[in-house]
Protein backbone atom coordinates (compact mmCIF):
# COMPACT_ATOMS: atom_id res chain seq x y z
CA UNK A 1 0.00 0.00 0.00
CA UNK A 2 0.90 3.42 -0.65
CA UNK A 3 1.90 6.55 1.45
CA UNK A 4 -1.11 8.48 0.03
CA UNK A 5 -3.14 4.81 -0.06
CA UNK A 6 -2.36 4.16 4.35
CA UNK A 7 -3.07 8.20 4.80
CA UNK A 8 -6.69 7.90 2.64
CA UNK A 9 -7.37 3.97 4.49
CA UNK A 10 -6.49 6.24 8.21
CA UNK A 11 -8.89 8.57 7.10
CA UNK A 12 -11.71 6.37 5.85
CA UNK A 13 -11.87 4.73 8.97
CA UNK A 14 -12.09 7.85 10.98
CA UNK A 15 -15.53 8.68 9.15
CA UNK A 16 -16.25 4.87 9.51
CA UNK A 17 -16.86 5.14 13.17
CA UNK A 18 -18.35 8.38 12.71
CA UNK A 19 -20.46 7.57 10.22
CA UNK A 20 -21.76 3.81 12.41
CA UNK A 21 -22.64 6.23 15.32
CA UNK A 22 -25.47 7.34 12.78
CA UNK A 23 -27.11 3.75 12.16
CA UNK A 24 -29.84 1.65 13.82
CA UNK A 25 -28.38 -1.29 13.03
CA UNK A 26 -24.88 -2.19 12.10
CA UNK A 27 -23.01 -5.31 11.02
CA UNK A 28 -19.45 -6.76 10.96
CA UNK A 29 -18.71 -5.09 7.87
CA UNK A 30 -19.18 -1.52 9.04
CA UNK A 31 -16.75 -1.66 11.62
CA UNK A 32 -13.72 -0.21 10.14
CA UNK A 33 -11.42 -3.06 11.16
CA UNK A 34 -7.74 -2.29 12.05
CA UNK A 35 -6.21 -3.42 8.78
CA UNK A 36 -4.38 -2.12 6.24
CA UNK A 37 -7.36 -2.88 3.71
CA UNK A 38 -10.40 -0.51 2.50
CA UNK A 39 -12.44 -3.95 3.14
CA UNK A 40 -13.77 -5.88 6.17
CA UNK A 41 -11.74 -9.37 7.24
CA UNK A 42 -13.97 -11.82 5.97
CA UNK A 43 -13.99 -13.99 9.00
CA UNK A 44 -12.55 -13.50 12.33
CA UNK A 45 -9.14 -15.18 12.01
CA UNK A 46 -8.08 -12.61 9.56
CA UNK A 47 -7.90 -10.60 12.44
CA UNK A 48 -3.87 -11.56 13.41
CA UNK A 49 -1.00 -9.61 15.20
CA UNK A 50 0.82 -9.21 12.08
CA UNK A 51 -2.37 -7.69 10.16
CA UNK A 52 -3.03 -5.56 13.01
CA UNK A 53 0.79 -4.57 13.79
CA UNK A 54 1.52 -3.54 9.99
CA UNK A 55 -2.10 -1.02 10.43
CA UNK A 56 -0.59 0.34 13.87
CA UNK A 57 3.00 0.95 12.32
CA UNK A 58 2.18 1.80 8.96
CA UNK A 59 2.37 5.79 10.20
CA UNK A 60 5.79 4.93 11.05
CA UNK A 61 7.20 4.51 8.25
CA UNK A 62 5.91 6.94 6.59
CA UNK A 63 6.32 9.97 9.37
CA UNK A 64 9.01 8.91 11.20
CA UNK A 65 7.28 9.96 14.45
CA UNK A 66 7.24 7.29 17.70
CA UNK A 67 4.43 9.63 19.55
CA UNK A 68 2.13 9.83 16.54
CA UNK A 69 2.17 6.02 16.04
CA UNK A 70 1.81 5.71 20.24
CA UNK A 71 -1.27 8.41 20.56
CA UNK A 72 -2.93 6.09 17.45
CA UNK A 73 -2.36 3.14 19.08
CA UNK A 74 -3.90 4.43 22.39
CA UNK A 75 -6.67 6.09 20.23
CA UNK A 76 -7.39 2.35 18.77
CA UNK A 77 -7.42 0.74 22.23
CA UNK A 78 -9.93 3.56 23.47
CA UNK A 79 -12.02 2.76 20.59
CA UNK A 80 -12.31 -1.01 20.90
CA UNK A 81 -12.06 -1.85 24.56
CA UNK A 82 -14.41 -4.55 25.16
CA UNK A 83 -16.86 -2.10 27.93
CA UNK A 84 -17.04 0.76 25.94
CA UNK A 85 -17.19 -1.09 22.57
CA UNK A 86 -20.29 -3.43 24.32
CA UNK A 87 -21.58 -0.66 25.33
CA UNK A 88 -21.87 1.78 22.42
CA UNK A 89 -21.80 -0.68 19.05
CA UNK A 90 -22.70 -3.91 20.17
CA UNK A 91 -26.22 -3.69 20.85
CA UNK A 92 -27.04 -2.33 17.44
CA UNK A 93 -25.75 -5.43 15.87
CA UNK A 94 -29.20 -7.27 14.73
CA UNK A 95 -28.31 -10.55 13.83
CA UNK A 96 -27.30 -12.65 17.01
CA UNK A 97 -24.93 -14.87 14.89
CA UNK A 98 -22.88 -11.74 13.53
CA UNK A 99 -23.51 -10.34 16.88
CA UNK A 100 -20.82 -13.10 18.52
CA UNK A 101 -18.48 -12.99 15.23
CA UNK A 102 -18.25 -8.63 15.98
CA UNK A 103 -17.29 -9.39 20.03
CA UNK A 104 -15.46 -12.01 19.15
CA UNK A 105 -13.34 -10.15 16.51
CA UNK A 106 -13.28 -6.95 18.91
CA UNK A 107 -12.00 -8.64 21.71
CA UNK A 108 -9.20 -10.01 20.13
CA UNK A 109 -8.29 -6.30 18.16
CA UNK A 110 -8.39 -5.76 21.76
CA UNK A 111 -5.88 -7.42 23.26
CA UNK A 112 -3.64 -7.82 19.90
CA UNK A 113 -3.66 -3.61 20.93
CA UNK A 114 -3.10 -4.29 24.27
CA UNK A 115 -0.16 -6.37 23.83
CA UNK A 116 1.59 -4.39 20.53
CA UNK A 117 1.30 -1.25 23.59
CA UNK A 118 3.09 -3.37 26.19
CA UNK A 119 5.90 -3.98 23.52
CA UNK A 120 5.85 -0.65 22.45
CA UNK A 121 6.51 0.43 25.97
CA UNK A 122 9.17 -1.94 26.36
CA UNK A 123 11.28 -0.41 23.02
Do not use: C
Not at 84 to 98: C, M, N, T
Not at 100 to 108: D, F, K, L, S, T
Amino acid sequence: MSEEDVENLVIFHHQQWTWILTLPHIQWADFPWPLLSFSSPRRVEDLTLEAVAEYVFAPLTIHQDRALVKDRLKDLIRRWHPDRFEIKYLARVADLHEREMVREGAGIVARILNDLLGKWNDL
